[in-house]
């Protein structure tokens, strides 16, 4: 039904079996009598050896062939005689799919990342983005497997939306108005009925306030899909338009939240490290390079990913993780006072040389967290959680979930947004409530962990980020 692939033959071919393989060129070396041609389709991050006898009828094509010409073969394999590869393919025929001009970039030499970024629609054929996008692919794949196995249900919410889940403001607004001629009330401000949806409507920040919904009815739930923030940073962390993975759990507290966050990320990574063996090892590989792709701090890539995914998480409360940074004599560029958001030096300090182990760090002020994550009795803390991981930080941020309603009202009022506007949110706190808990995480950080690549646009088929939307 489908034709071979380079990684099934890599993996499982069989000496004088006779296959059809199509790829793209990556190399050509030319001998008087033969030619070797490494020839790769994107399933593997090594290419198979193609071997072309002169005395073949098609020879004539390797004449023609350029570094990234599409070749389709048909041949024999063989046991090879070359170091590092098992099995090559003596070619029969040969057919020209797609020549190449003079001036394809993706010449056989180093490349900056910033250069890549450039030619985005070419740069998957590179070994970093092209290992980089396997692991994305089975990345997705193993949360959804890891979640089908939880009992979890596959929900779908909204990507245009009226709600600002966080109360950030940073969204993009979406709108059938002729912007050159926007149309106005008699009071002179924009006249919004006239728009498609007769109110403001924006691109989502969050699944989660929908997965609430939906989970107070499923039970559990998560939503794995696009969000977007019109927020203008150009750093190596942020995009505009990222993926979010969001499961929210109905009858469940913080404890349980945190259970899930630690068993869904150790199970992830354990997944991907068995899926993408070589992938993940070319990372590692070209750390020791120095590559510019790759992040240089926090150890070796797999050492560290096999430790985050069989180490038990340590769980301590944001005022004790306080205590032990005050406490450590450690001297940081932002200073650690209770009350204070925790940094990424804090964070690091806390998973990579305290405890040397993921953490969980819990009941965080209330001043600085959103508005629908649970009011401890204190009032002055929220059922609140971050995981912290060893060489990035924070990774995961999640909470219970206010499930009070007066109580949840005030907290939205005290976060200068209209309980009018969250109505069908606070019906669920009216109609039967439960405890409930939830988290988020992004996708493209989480591929940024698994494979040590520094910047975000790099784990990213077309990142849109600030002023560039190209592709």
Not at 101 to 124: C, M, T, V
Not at 159 to 167: L, N
Not at 205 to 219: D, F, I, P, T, W
Not at 281 to 304: C, H, Q, W, Y
Request: hydrophobic fraction near 40%; proline fraction near 4%; include cysteine.
């Amino acid at each position: 039904m489908f034709a071979n692939r380079v990684r099934d033959i890599l993996k499982d071919g069989e000496p004088e079996t006779k296959v059809n393989i199509s790829g793209w060129v990556m190399t050509i070396r030319e001998f008087p009598e033969f030619a070797f041609i490494e020839l790769n389709d994107g399933s593997s991050l090594k290419g198979l050896q193609i071997v072309a006898d002169k005395n073949i009828q098609s020879y004539s094509v390797v004449q023609s062939l350029g570094t990234g010409a599409s070749l389709s073969v048909e041949g024999l394999l063989k046991t090879s005689k070359g170091k590092g590869q098992r099995i090559e393919l003596h070619a029969e025929t040969l057919v020209l799919l797609g020549g190449t001009a003079e001036d394809y970039p993706l010449q056989k030499k180093r490349h900056s990342p910033e250069f890549l970024r450039g030619i985005a629609h070419l740069r998957p054929r590179t070994k970093v983005i092209g290992a980089s996008m396997r692991v994305r692919s089975a990345c997705a794949q193993a949360i959804h497997d890891f979640y089908r196995k939880h009992g979890f249900y596959y929900v779908h919410t909204p990507i245009i939306t009226a709600s600002d889940c966080e109360g950030a403001g940073e969204m993009f607004q979406v709108t059938t108005l002729n912007l050159d001629s926007i149309p106005k009330t008699k009071a002179g401000e924009v006249d919004y009925e006239r728009d498609f949806f007769a109110r403001q409507s924006y691109l989502t920040v969050s699944g989660q306030l929908s997965a609430e919904n939906l989970a107070c009815g499923l039970g559990r739930v998560y939503t794995f899909g696009p969000t977007f923030r019109a927020e203008p940073s150009n750093t190596t962390r942020h995009i505009s338009e990222f993926w979010m993975i969001e499961p929210e759990m109905a009858f469940a507290d913080l404890n349980t939240d945190a259970d899930l966050a630690e068993a869904f990320l150790q199970s992830v990574i354990g997944d991907v490290l068995e899926r993408c063996e070589d992938d993940i090892a070319f990372f590692e590989s070209i750390r020791k390079f120095k590559s510019p792709f790759v992040d240089m701090t926090g150890g070796a890539l797999i050492e560290n990913l096999i430790k985050v995914s069989q180490t038990p998480f340590v769980r301590m409360s944001y005022t004790e993780a306080v205590r032990r940074l005050e406490a450590s004599g450690r001297s940081f560029q932002y200073p650690v006072e209770w009350g204070a958001a925790l940094q990424t030096e804090h964070e690091r300090y806390l998973s990579e040389e305290l405890l040397k182990a993921p953490v969980i760090v819990t009941d965080y002020p209330a001043s600085f967290k959103a508005f629908y994550m649970y009011l401890n009795d204190d009032q002055k803390t929220v059922r609140a959680m971050d995981v912290l991981v060893p060489r990035v930080g924070e990774i995961i941020g999640g909470s219970q979930r206010e499930d009070r309603y007066d109580v949840l009202v005030e907290r939205i009022k005290h976060h200068g947004l209209d309980p009018k506007d969250y109505w069908w949110y606070l019906d669920l706190r009216k109609y039967g409530t439960v405890p409930h808990a939830g988290f988020g995480l992004g996708f493209e950080r989480l591929v940024m962990y698994l494979t040590g690549l520094k910047n975000i646009r790099d784990v990213t088929s077309f990142p849109r980020t600030p002023k560039h939307a190209e592709f």
